[in-house]
């Protein structure tokens, strides 16, 4: 019996220490499973915080793994991308509005607030400034450094976001001429955003440039791009009654196709407003709007049942006028709740805007409305109050909509970490050092931009620019021997200013300082036709008179009548001295182009007594650049350039009193900058390292 006991006892002990094992093992993995689901509940995995260290995919891994079978489709209820689940989170980012130093930090502040898309707009009037004479980088033009188009797409890429893109030939965008070229302007009966043969014929010219460009960008062929926009609020053209050019929207998805292009298709607009007027069969319709998103992506799925609600516009902000008395902003709470109640709704979603960035140059678009004043010009700043500053800054409203993301995201991939902000710098004030008066100023404008006429001609009808006409700046009208009285009076006949002018006797000027929209119905304004102006003179003699037109920036939306655009004083409009028509002009095109503001010199000493326009010249001088504003309060209204580059225009009518300036415009060393004053000059120049964009 005694070694049967102990064999017995012997396998009673290995089942226990067996048993304790299995114990030990499913103790272990309840542990882990717990551990995992307490993580679930308490971590957002959708963040950058929660994924590092994650084995996540990227988001190309995810959607090209086994490779690429098809692009971007949409079923009722949801979009794939290749043949997988995707709801898309995209912002928009206009290329052309950011230093392209500073593209990749806004691309991946996008992604790291876990984004999986970009949006962008592609301006024609940039990439085709001249006819035929194209640009996308590698040109000669001002911008031509924030052009490469390819390069940004590419980038975006990069870092690991698809890209949505809405070609020309037309944008809003709060862009000058809605992104159209203003030489469109030279060609009788041309009719814009139509099937008009002279303008089909220069789209087509375009599209056979840009098109092959981004083919080869396309997700289906290994790039980013997985949709594609026609045109842009089409129905918006509708507004006056007329009825929408069908054979147009047809025209450009053809000639989309014929380049190759085989993502998806869109147009966008209001759906209450709209209805489905500039929509086209076959083409996904999207949704542009501020509120109400129950409604308006009701609406949208009632006109394409078989397809997912898209909101290609969701305004994040609003931009701002002249004269406006705030900055309009939206509420974070505001922003917040109507962007969950998009997802939610359920539905994909484009920020309009996540970083507005900045209308350098004389790029601002305007608006006209039905009451006084009837037209308003953009600011330079484009902030927009977007979840992004101007300046790349994380706001209140960047945070929210990273939390919004992560609890609608299912996909779950890695994000980078939010890079760090840029420092900003308010440099000491630097004096202004010299000035050249008006005359000095025209004196230095080259034959080629001055024209001999009889009568007066709008600046797109004058053979400068290689025969294109003049985009932007100021025209100066000049007569350099009229018969003036003590109490001459000035008026323009059949016409008005586009948009201001100002009126100058032997350099002296005659006009007031604007500060006020009563002044706009005054003479020298596009509010008043015939107007008057009395020229007070010291006595009778023959002097030289001056109207310098300025030129604030072509409306960007409306109908089609809208789209008459011409600037300057127009055909047809005669300018009377004491009720005798005056000819016999010189026309001179002040553009400011960076050559000719890099090549003024001779400059004079600084005069206590400003009596016209004039150009001034301080320098800055720069151990290490970091961004900056100039604060321009205290100064009437005119552009600065840094270094050449034109950063924009300033007015003290406000309600934008700053001007931004992205360190990479700064060298090491001296810089020069140069402003261009109409009305009052200060004798310094203030930096801060905040925008001054108005009350809120």
């Not at 929408?244 to 053809?254: A, C, G, I, S, T």
């Amino acid at each position: 019996m005694g070694p049967m006991i102990d064999k017995i006892g012997s396998c009673a002990y290995s089942r226990s220490r067996a048993n304790f094992r299995l114990y030990l093992v499913i103790l272990f993995l309840s542990c882990w499973l717990l551990l995992l689901y307490v993580l679930s509940l308490g971590t957002d995995t959708r963040n950058s915080k929660s994924t590092k260290g994650m084995d996540l995919p990227t988001l190309y891994e995810y959607y090209t793994e086994g490779g690429i079978t098809a692009g971007l489709e949409t079923l009722p209820d949801t979009f794939q991308l290749n043949k997988k689940n995707i709801t898309i989170f995209s912002g928009a980012i206009h290329y052309f509005r950011v230093h392209p130093d500073y593209w990749r930090d806004r691309l991946r502040k996008l992604r790291a607030a876990g984004f999986n898309a970009v949006e962008t707009y592609i301006p024609w009037n940039l990439h085709e400034p001249e006819r035929d004479k194209y640009d996308f980088g590698h040109g000669s033009s001002d911008m031509s450094l924030f052009l490469d188009v390819v390069k940004y797409i590419k980038t975006a890429q990069e870092e690991d976001l698809l890209v949505l893109v809405r070609p020309s030939p037309y944008i809003c965008a709060e862009w000058d001429f809605g992104g159209m070229p203003s030489w469109l302007l030279q060609y009788p009966g041309l009719r814009v955003r139509s099937s008009e043969t002279q303008y089909v014929d220069r789209v087509k010219k375009y599209n056979s440039r840009l098109m092959p460009l981004l083919e080869s960008l396309q997700f289906t062929k290994g790039g980013p791009i997985i949709a594609f926009q026609l045109e842009n609020e089409y129905g918006a053209l509708t507004e006056d009654g007329s009825e929408e050019d069908v054979d147009y929207l047809k025209f450009l998805k053809e000639d989309y196709e014929k380049y190759g292009i085989v993502e998806l298709l869109y147009t966008s607009d209001n759906p209450i407003s709209h209805e489905e007027r500039g929509s086209l069969p076959g083409v996904l319709q999207t949704a542009n709007f501020q509120i109400n998103p129950e409604d308006e992506l009701s609406l949208l799925k009632k006109f394409q049942p078989d397809k997912p609600g898209m909101v290609m516009e969701y305004w994040s902000g609003w931009f701002d006028h002249w004269f406006e008395k705030q900055h309009h902003t939206t509420s974070v709470e505001a922003f917040s709740d109507v962007l969950e109640r998009i997802l939610k709704f359920p539905a994909s979603v484009n920020l309009y805007m996540f970083h507005g960035g900045t209308n350098f140059g004389f790029h601002n678009g305007a608006n006209i409305q039905d009451e006084f004043p009837h037209y308003l010009a953009d600011v330079t700043s484009y902030d927009y109050d977007a979840p992004l500053t101007e300046t790349g800054d994380y706001t209140n409203k960047y945070y929210a909509c990273k939390h919004i993301v992560a609890k609608y995201n299912k996909v779950l991939t890695k994000v980078p970490s939010s890079p760090v902000v840029s420092k900003k710098m308010a440099y000491k004030p630097i004096s202004v050092t010299g000035q050249l008066n008006f005359n000095q100023i025209i004196d230095r404008i080259a034959p080629e931009d001055r024209t001999k006429s009889d009568s007066v001609v709008h600046m797109e009808k004058l053979p400068v620019n290689n025969g294109n006409g003049q985009s932007y700046g100021f025209v100066l009208y000049r007569h350099a021997e009229v018969a003036v009285r003590v109490n001459s009076t000035l008026q323009i006949k059949n016409g008005a200013f586009y948009d201001m002018g100002i009126v100058l006797l032997d350099g002296e000027r005659k006009t007031e300082k604007l500060t006020s929209t009563s002044q706009l119905l005054q003479f020298g304004y596009w509010e008043t036709k015939n107007a008057k102006l009395s020229l007070i003179s010291a006595s009778y003699g023959t002097r030289t008179l001056d109207i310098l037109v300025e030129n604030w920036g072509r409306v960007n939306f409306g109908v089609h009548a809208t789209f008459d655009q011409r600037k300057g004083l127009l055909e047809n409009t005669k300018i009377l001295l004491d009720d005798e028509e005056v000819t016999g002009w010189e026309i001179v095109s002040l553009q400011f182009k960076s050559k000719w503001v890099n090549s003024l010199d001779a400059w004079g000493p600084v005069s206590s007594h400003m009596t016209a326009p004039t150009l001034f010249l301080a320098t800055l001088q720069v151990d290490t650049p970091y961004d900056t504003f100039l604060d321009m309060r205290g100064w009437g209204r005119g552009a600065v350039f840094i270094n050449g580059f034109n950063l924009g225009r300033y007015f003290s009518a406000g309600p934008t009193h700053s001007l931004y300036i992205p360190a990479p415009l700064l060298k090491t060393g001296t810089n020069h900058i140069v402003v261009f004053e109409l009305f009052t000059a200060q004798a310094q120049l203030v930096f801060t390292d905040k925008p001054i964009l108005g009350p809120e």
